[in-house]
């Protein structure tokens, strides 16, 4: 089994930064690539940042020059720092792995999401 854990969400203001944290566990030989996305109420789920096994990087054109994504392959662990928080970042945020499993190839898998509110 394979498991990813986001963590790191909450209350912000804007202007403020978060940081989002998201560890994967299980029976995981290697991850390729991994990335971030969020979706607000009656929206589409849409892609804010990707980060590839090899350090390649990703970001959508709405957070560009204020996020920024980063890995510890050791800790099986992405992260996204986000600066200039807007009210339109307001989302649940979900994390994305592309995991190699022992005795069942490469599978694509989803976080529980955690959700990121910015208002004063």
């Known amino acids: 089994q394979v498991q990813l854990v986001e963590s790191g969400g909450g209350l912000l203001q804007p202007g403020g930064s978060l940081r989002l944290s998201c560890a994967a566990s299980?029976?995981?030989?290697?991850?390729?690539?991994m990335g971030w996305y969020r979706q607000a109420p009656g929206k589409e789920r849409e892609l804010v940042a990707a980060?590839?096994?090899?350090?390649?990087?990703n970001y959508a054109d709405s957070v560009k020059g204020r996020t920024f994504i980063s890995r510890d392959n050791a800790k099986n662990t992405v992260y996204l720092q986000m600066n200039s928080l807007k009210s339109e970042d307001t989302a649940i945020y979900y994390c994305n792995a592309d995991c190699l499993v022992l005795g069942r190839g490469y599978l694509e898998v989803w976080g529980q999401g955690t959700l990121v509110t910015v208002s004063s």
């Open positions: 980060i590839a096994s090899g350090g390649s990087t």
């Open positions: 299980g029976s995981i030989v290697s991850i390729g690539g």
